[in-house]
């Protein structure tokens, strides 16, 4: 087995969670418009925190696949920073939402650290991208300013905003990730 093949197969992995984040923000918007357009009731609550649990976590699965994808070029450790940061960031969002029905506000500071743990995950791994050059150049802007760009939406325009921003750069990103060639070989040595 060469050394490249794990990283491969992360990079699969990676690419599956990207495409996998891409359909739970969109499904994370569908909730959120079928709570504002039906009211806001219990079961709409407990789907609502699935959807945004299952699109956190293949969100970290894309970023590692990104990250397992540059890991031997020029983005490496600041990639592995920006996977960290990311991993940190989902951990205490995870943590403060789990305990925010149980303290109140008290625990608004763990939820707001988790924001900003994803957001500097987000900025490393886009700079980490445009870094190593083996993606295209818009993957790591894209990277580097759709968490902002989908909180300034979701300020705006509500929750229904930040599941649609989130879900369609997570589809370009997901796609291109599926479409490079060293992944594609993988898949075509798999099938033989």
């Known amino acids: ?21 891409s359909v739970a923000w969109i499904a994370v918007a569908a ?3 079928s ?30 696949g990104l990250h397992a994808r540059q890991a ?6 600041l990639g592995a920073a920006g996977l960290f940061a990311a991993l940190v960031g989902v951990a205490l969002l995870f943590a403060g939402s789990a305990l ?7 625990l608004d500071w763990m939820l707001g650290l988790g924001l900003l743990g994803l957001l500097v995950g987000f900025v490393l791994s886009g700079a980490a991208t445009l870094r190593a050059g ?5 993957c790591g802007v894209l990277l580097i300013v759709c968490l902002p760009l989908a909180g300034a939406l979701a300020g705006a325009l509500g929750e229904v ?3 649609v921003s989130l879900g369609l750069a ?6 291109v990730l599926l479409t490079r060639r060293d992944l594609s070989a993988f898949l075509q040595g798999r099938r033989r």
């Open 134 to 138: 083996l993606l295209p150049r818009w």
């Open 100 to 106: 925010a029905d149980l303290a109140g506000g008290a």
């Open 72 to 77: 031997s070029g020029r983005g490496g450790r």
């Open 161 to 163: 905003a930040l599941g």
């Open 1 to 21: 087995m060469s050394a490249s093949r794990p990283s491969t197969r992360l990079a699969l992995w990676g690419t599956l969670g990207a495409l996998l984040a």
């Open 170 to 175: 997570w589809t370009a990103l997901g796609y």
């Open 35 to 64: 709570g504002i357009a039906g009211g806001a009731g219990p079961p709409y609550s407990y789907l609502d925190e699935a959807a945004y649990g299952v699109a956190l976590s293949a969100t970290l699965a894309g970023l590692g």
């Open 31 to 33: 909730v959120a418009y």
